[in-house]
């Protein structure tokens, strides 16, 4: 198999969330897949088995476990595939069901990829659970913004979604990562969606990942789209609208995200980025 290495969400290598990208994984079976995803030791890689008429079933992995769906591996895998065969509509079969990801090439050879989500839905944060997770993040209640209700968010892959009343609250991540771990292991939280509002539509985000042996994403696609459908469902934006998420920033490796939320409830929500190669 040939093993690609990129960068989604952004266009210099020094940024965004890497991603292992194999675009013919046929044969290839789970321990292998897990070893490999190991070896990269990045939050996840993508495993593309090639189907018909540019459907592919698609398997994500962190180094620790497989999940369900990865957005910046979707976005990275569309984006190399584009590279070798030209932009287009690739049909991802996910775990947790169809994705469609369409890319396209810019003039001077960027390529973007736009990937739509699964059904979103959100549930309540129970209060217990909330409690756990403040204190494992080392938070309480007056840390958080009364405006955005904490909920358990999906688009692919469960998250709850908290919003911190500051900038700074974000940026002073000091989390418990046993303690974390092993509440979202118990609930099937894929990553915390810690995220601050700068305007209505535009959002700061950190995303804690210790079930990925990952103590934070510097990029994560499906967090984002989950937190589209969220906001569409509480009716905390008037949709047909594109939201921004900035996120890596406190990490070094900053990374874009742009949000489209159709008004339509229940539709999927359209997550785009840009990726660029790493050095192997």
Known sequence: MEILRYAAFTTDPAGGNPAGVVLDATGADDAE????AADLGYSESAFLIPKKDGRFEVRYFSPLAEVPFCGHATIASATAYAERHGPGLLRFD???G????????APDGTTTATLVSPRPRTEPLADDDLAALLSALGWDRHDLDPALPPRVAFAGAWHPIVAAATRQRLADLDYDFARLGA??????????DLVWRESPTVFHARNPFPPGGVVEDPA????????????????LVDPPVTVTVHQGHDLGRPSLLRVGIPAEAGTGIAVTGTAVVLAG
């Open 183 to 192: 509440l979202m292991a118990r609930r099937d939280w894929t990553t915390v």
């Open 94 to 96: 996910t775990r947790s």
């Open 98 to 105: 169809p994705v469609d990801v369409s890319t396209e090439a």
């Open 33 to 36: 897949m897990l070893r490999i």
């Open 220 to 235: 994560t696609g499906a967090a984002a789209a989950a937190l589209g459908g969220y906001l569409r469902e509480l009716r």
